[in-house]
């Protein structure tokens, strides 16, 4: 059965500067129960290296879940060190309860030519398959849209998870940022575990330099996903190069009424777009 509105989450990149109980404490006052946490930040919890099970607790003590922690950097540039990195996260986002952990792939232009870059892609996954599976993870594929990226493509990656037969341990995130960017046209909608809401170039809300919270594109994209099957949170991200409002909880409640107000207003031709989308072979899981 369709999903019919939203179920928002809340990604710490909305918040860095809070510490992770005032980061639950937010997203609770703004009546979301689910949250992204990060291990990239001067303030998250994990690079501090609070403990996984006070994370845990300062959650259950919110009403909050974790969903995800974000990220495994480079995650298809297998390597020891990589290994080895993988473990540890994987370690700390099951004891602190996250669901899944979020795998972002390289993106500073270098990588193999094509073919290699491909192989290399399977064979990180086939790697952290059984790092993941082991400690009930969900691994994130997210492709990143710049050209920069060595994987900006959900399909190339939803073919990569059928080479390794990786349906039951991988899912992708869907950014509405990074799908335009990319110039995607499928959305994938049953292999999505989780989306990540940003600006996608249409100042007609909370503008910023390059970049909005959220747009009438961000609309669209959210109601394909939620016309083709997709169940799962859609979370508010924003990157280091966006200022923070003085009023963050306002502008959050803002977007989330101007989010459901997109909702009813706009026409359902992403039924369409999306059920075609799930028609590509290998694009949606049977």
């Not at 607790?57 to 922690?69: K, L, M, P, W």
């Not at 004891?95 to 094509?114: E, F, I, M, Q, R």
Request: net charge negative.
């Amino acid at each position: 059965m369709r999903q019919a509105t939203p179920r928002f989450a809340l990604d710490q990149m909305a918040a860095p500067r809070l510490d992770v109980r005032a980061f639950f404490a937010l997203a609770r006052d703004l009546g979301l129960r689910d949250v992204d946490i990060r291990n990239h930040l001067g303030s998250n919890a994990v690079t501090r290296g609070v403990p996984a099970a006070d994370v845990r607790s300062a959650a259950d003590e919110a009403g909050v879940t974790i969903i995800s922690v974000n990220t495994l950097q480079r995650f298809n540039e297998w390597t020891p060190a990589r290994e080895a990195e993988a473990n540890k996260l994987a370690d700390y986002a099951a004891a602190c309860g996250a669901k899944t952990l979020v795998l972002v792939p390289v993106n500073d232009g270098s990588w193999p030519a094509n073919g290699e870059r491909q192989g290399d892609l399977r064979v990180a996954l086939k790697w952290l398959k059984p790092i993941l599976e082991p400690r009930g993870l969900i691994g994130l594929i997210k492709p990143l849209g710049f050209h920069t990226c060595s994987l900006r493509s959900k399909k190339e990656a939803a073919e990569a998870i059928a080479a390794v037969d990786g349906q039951s341990v991988f899912r992708l995130v869907h950014d509405t940022f990074h799908h335009t960017l990319a110039g995607e046209t499928f959305f994938f909608c049953e292999l999505t575990g989780l989306v990540h809401i940003s600006g996608v170039n249409d100042p007609t809300f909370w503008i910023y330099p390059g970049r909005v919270l959220v747009g009438s594109d961000n609309g669209s994209q959210i109601r394909a996903l939620l016309d083709g099957g997709y169940s799962g949170p859609f979370s508010f991200e924003l990157t280091e190069e966006v200022h923070v409002p003085d009023d963050l909880a306002g502008a959050l409640a803002a977007s989330i009424d101007f989010i459901r107000g997109l909702m009813t207003r706009e026409p359902s031709e992403a039924l369409n777009r999306s059920r075609s989308a799930c028609d590509v072979p290998g694009s949606c899981l049977e």
